[in-house]
């Protein structure tokens, strides 16, 4: 019975003399949803919201007995492909190379921006992640929010918006302690040189940040066409003009359609005497001042277009009433109401 429990109690001996320093490896890897904004108001009063989730796993292989990991990890977001700055704002871009600001966030309170290197102006995440490597190793999974915000009172274009991040503008960087048996200290930065080991990777956790600004016009302000006063027939014709006013999102394309009024005969535009019903005095309405383009309600035909600025502008309608002939017209006041349709 002595001799069979000697090699028991040499081996115990040999596994407590083991050194502590592990032989292991630790890799930590991340994946991202993406920060979607969704319709964004031009000139809104209050800010946008929209938040992303970051999921990272450690994992560490090799070791044998029971082990603990301590990993120190710094997750750096960039400025992404729409702009080159992080503070005050990051970037997004349409098509058009227009930009719309925004910024995001380490806290739900959107007040600590969140950044790519540790130390830095704003810092990356510095994180701190534990767990147990017992026998063939372990790991642990652990999530982030992204808080994202756009600015209010924007002066903003049509468009759709986004930003890359990926390549250097997403990166882990991370220092590890572990031991065979025992609890390791936390790393004292993300990069410590006194840790087990450190690693830096880029790419780690690509994604994409959008938003949308929709087509929009309002501000619409029409002014009376007026024809004045002709003493019995027309005999010459009367040409007048009224304003539309209109204000649209910058780059927004619309067209501006006139219906045929309420007494048009046969393609005429027609204003009817005010008490009797069978009179009335024809007029049309044109796109251009030499009054050869008739004003109708086919978009891309005989409507006209524009694109919006962001600003008022005024489209003028031409009007003209005809030299009349024949029996006098019935003395009093003509009138019509022509519907003016926007479509954006």
């Known amino acids: 019975m002595n001799r ?3 090699p028991g109690i040499l081996m115990l001996l040999m596994l407590l003399a083991w050194p502590r320093a592990a032989h292991a490896d630790t890799t930590c890897t991340a994946t991202a949803t993406a920060v979607a904004f ?11 919201p929209a938040s992303m989730g970051i999921s990272i796993t450690c994992a560490t292989s090799g070791l044998t007995l029971l082990a603990n990991v301590r990993v120190r990890l710094c997750v750096g977001i960039g400025s992404g492909s729409a702009g080159t700055t992080l503070l005050p704002t990051r970037q997004l871009a349409n098509a058009s190379g227009d930009t719309l600001a925004f910024q995001l966030y380490t806290d739900a309170a959107r007040q600590v921006p969140w950044g790519l290197l540790q130390g830095g102006a704003p810092p990356a995440q510095d994180l701190q992640i534990s767990y147990s490597a017992p026998l063939l190793g372990g790991s642990t999974t652990t999530s982030s929010t992204v808080y994202g915000l756009v600015s209010a009172n924007q002066s903003l274009a049509t468009g759709s918006y986004s930003s890359s991040f990926n390549q250097t503008d997403v990166t882990l960087t991370y220092a590890y302690n572990e ?10 930065s993300c990069s410590a040189p006194a840790a087990t080991n450190r690693k830096t990777t880029i790419n ?7 938003a949308t600004v929709l087509p929009q016009c309002g501000s619409y302000l029409v002014t009376d066409m007026d024809f004045g006063s002709a003493a019995g027939r027309i005999g010459s014709a009367i040409d007048q003009t009224a304003q539309l006013t209109l204000t649209c999102v910058r780059r927004t394309p619309f067209n501006v359609s006139l219906d045929n009024g309420l007494y048009a005969s046969a393609g005429t535009r027609r204003m009817r005497h005010a008490t009797s019903s069978t009179a009335f005095i024809p007029y049309e309405l044109y796109r251009n001042a030499a009054r050869t383009q008739r004003w109708g309600n086919a978009i891309g035909i005989d409507t006209v277009a524009g694109t919006g600025t962001g600003v008022a502008q005024q489209i003028t309608i031409h009007g003209r009433a005809p030299a009349t002939s024949g029996a006098l017209p019935v003395a009093g006041n003509y009138s019509d109401r022509i519907t003016v349709t926007i479509t954006y």
């Open 204 to 210: 780690s956790f690509p994604f994409t940040a959008t």
């Open 4 to 6: 069979m429990g000697l």
């Open 179 to 188: 031991v065979v048996i025992g609890t390791p200290t936390m790393p004292a």
């Open 38 to 48: 969704g319709n964004v108001g031009n000139m809104a009063g209050s800010p946008t």
